[in-house]
């Protein structure tokens, strides 16, 4: 389970299926990816509606965007691109590396 902080008083718990979409460097493993995404703060809302940038990610973890987007990627994606971490929450194209989804 992974939170993330949407204001000062607001806890929001998100669960993450890491799953093997994408080797993003050599040596991670989903349990640094799991720890390293234990907790962000939700810098904005944007791209798409309800698209969560999320912030203060652990550089271990951080990638750059791919050269050539998707033309689509499924709801529920969890994708990183440099260092922040996004969900598509609905069908969408993106260029962020895919690392797992949310149920």
Excluded: C
């Excluded at 806890?11 to 093997?20: D, F, K, Q």
């Excluded at 993003?24 to 493993?29: E, H, M, R, S, V």
């Excluded at 698209?51 to 990638?63: K, Q, S, V, W």
């Excluded at 598509?88 to 989804?101: A, F, K």
């Amino acid at each position: 389970m992974n939170y993330f902080i949407t204001d000062d008083t607001t806890l929001e718990r998100i669960l993450l299926l890491v799953s093997g979409l994408l080797v993003i460097k050599p040596g991670l493993t989903t349990d640094i990816i799991g720890f390293a995404l234990a907790g962000y703060l939700i810098y904005m809302l944007g791209f798409t509606p309800g698209f969560p940038y999320l912030g203060d990610m652990d550089e271990r973890i951080a990638t750059p965007r791919l050269a050539t987007p998707r033309t689509k990627n499924h709801a529920g994606m969890v994708g990183i691109a440099a260092s922040q971490t996004g969900i598509y929450l609905i069908e969408s194209p993106g260029g962020w590396q895919l690392i797992g989804r949310t149920p």
